[in-house]
Nanobody, 124 residues
Framework: QLQLVESGGGLVQSGGSLRLSCTAS????????IGWFRQAPGKEREGVSC????????IYANSVRGRFTIFRDIAKNVVYLQMNSLNPEDTAVYYC?????????????????WGQGTQVTVSS
């Protein structure tokens, strides 16, 4: 069973930055497509960014394009989400998810394994 663990969340002021990490125990993330999602209170879970199993192709939601960057370090078995220019609308619980399918998607339906999430709070 692939277990994903997110870390790096916290409280930051508007305009600040955070880097989220997604790690896996006992499995290499090298062959998985990984997605980052977020869910704010009272809202549906939405796709933020994803990276294909080849580690080269990425997709970003319009709301974060130009501010967030997804990348991975296979040697450390970590997928990161670098978040810059944060604003209060980015406040949510952030989740990473993994799938064996080679092509990543921003749809939550495309993923088989989920982490427990990490809280990101941006103050104005």
């Amino acid at each position: 069973q692939l277990q994903l663990v997110e870390s790096g969340g916290g409280l930051v002021q508007s305009g600040g930055s955070l880097r989220l990490s997604c790690t896996a125990s006992q499995f290499s993330l090298a062959h998985y497509a990984i997605g980052w999602f977020r869910q704010a209170p009272g809202k549906e879970r939405e796709g933020v960014s994803c990276i294909n199993g080849n580690g080269e192709d990425t997709i970003y939601a319009n709301s974060v394009r130009g501010r967030f960057t997804i990348f991975r370090d296979i040697a450390k078995n970590v997928v990161y989400l670098q978040m810059n220019s944060l604003n209060p609308e980015d406040t949510a619980v952030y989740y990473c998810a993994a799938t064996w399918r080679p092509i990543a998607t921003l749809s939550p339906l495309g993923y088989d394994h989920w982490g427990q999430g990490t809280q990101v709070t941006v103050s104005s």
